[in-house]
């Protein structure tokens, strides 16, 4: 696989949780990585994305995650994580990591060119 994500698990509303990204080095493009979820009966939702290089890169974030989730990279750029704050039951969803962005509006599906198989996430006492 390109992407695999890690990290998914079921945890207490209130609770942290960071996930991880790895990418086969050389098999996608990862100038640009993010973050995504789908939770059961919705839509897939924007969370994140951050690019590698340069000297600060901005993160984008989806409005419903602003405050509580924050993107970052590592030093060889092919590896993305979430780390999440706050979680609530709303939150639990399967959690999508992308790469290959081919450039547009970053919460648009057809703009990440991979995807990773997802890792589930569930917010529950």
């Known amino acids: 696989a390109r992407l695999v994500e890690s990290g998914g698990t079921l945890v207490q509303p209130g609770g942290s949780l960071t996930l991880s990204c790895a990418a086969s080095?050389?098999?996608?493009?990862?100038?640009?990585m993010g973050w995504w979820r789908q939770a059961p009966g919705k839509e897939r939702e924007f969370l994140a994305s951050l690019s590698r290089g340069g000297f600060k890169p901005i993160p984008y974030y989806g409005d419903s995650v602003k405050g509580r989730f924050t993107i970052s990279r590592d030093g060889d750029g092919n590896t993305v994580s979430l780390q999440m704050t706050n979680l609530k039951p709303e939150d639990t969803a399967v959690y999508y990591c992308t790469a290959h962005y081919v450039g547009g509006a970053y919460f648009l599906q057809t703009n990440w060119g991979s995807w990773g198989q997802g890792t589930q996430v569930t917010v529950s006492s």
């Open positions: 080095e050389g098999t996608v493009d990862t100038n640009w």
